[in-house]
């Protein structure tokens, strides 16, 4: 079974407005990471923000805020104010017992379309 | 180092060779990984190595792949008589081992088998 889920193949979205990237996740871990990473056309991976199951606030760093809905399974990463070099492959990951450095499971992703 | 690095950052083989791609993680980081990212998909988990325990090699996809690290520092991975279904992008990425730390990624190694 799919453990992160992205439903949006591909999103655009006009330079300065914001955007919403959805992913969803299924565990039965009580503690777990979650995890976003951009990947622009060059490819390398780029870390963006982390949200704790236990944290009681929402993750923000900088233009990139996470909306964590536990009781939903959901963690939609927020970009305010999109800027042409935010297209690029976003990917939602999820490291399970994050007491641990086990591995990370990535979605299947989004690519994310800024239009001038 | 700096960062991760990865070589070679490309490899054309012959289906049949085998290939060895190399990964030189952050100094200090404990836990090492293996990615591996077919065109326009997501990444799809390898091997992970985290100190001197035994590794977790749970997501090779057949024996013909294996890989060593030593001195828990660079590690290599092997993949033996190549398909052409391994034609990917091999990632590497290295961790703290921390609780929330997130990876540090290499570059990868795109492998063309023709």
């Known amino acids: 079974a799919q453990k992160i889920t992205q439903t949006q193949p591909g999103m655009f979205v006009q330079e300065k407005e914001a955007v919403t990237l959805d992913c969803t996740y299924d565990?039965?871990?009580?503690?777990?990471?979650l995890f976003w990473y951009k990947q622009p056309s060059s490819g390398e991976m780029i870390f963006l923000i982390y949200q704790g199951s236990y944290d009681e606030q929402n993750a923000t760093e900088g233009r990139y805020s996470l909306n964590f809905q536990k009781a939903r399974k959901s963690a939609n990463l927020v970009i305010s104010a999109s800027q042409l070099g935010d297209s690029a492959m976003y990917f939602c990951a999820m490291r399970e017992n994050p007491g641990s450095a086990r591995q990370l499971t990535f979605g299947s992703g989004t690519q994310l379309t800024v239009l001038p | 180092g700096a960062g991760v690095s990865q070589s070679p950052s490309n490899k054309v083989t012959e289906k049949g060779k085998d290939v060895e791609l190399r990964c030189d993680p952050i100094?200090?980081?404990?836990?090492l990984y293996w990615y591996r990212q077919s065109l326009g998909q997501g990444l799809e988990f390898l091997i992970y190595f985290q100190g001197n325990s035994a590794p977790d090699k749970s997501g090779l996809p057949s024996d013909r792949f294996s890989a060593e690290r030593t001195g828990g520092s660079v590690s290599t991975l092997t993949i033996q008589r190549t398909q052409q279904e391994d034609s990917a992008v091999y990632l590497c990425a290295s961790s703290p081992g921390t609780v929330n730390y997130g990876y540090t990624f290499g570059s990868g190694t795109r492998l063309t088998v023709v």
């Open positions: 565990t039965s871990d009580q503690s777990y990471g």
């Open positions: 100094s200090g980081h404990t836990a």
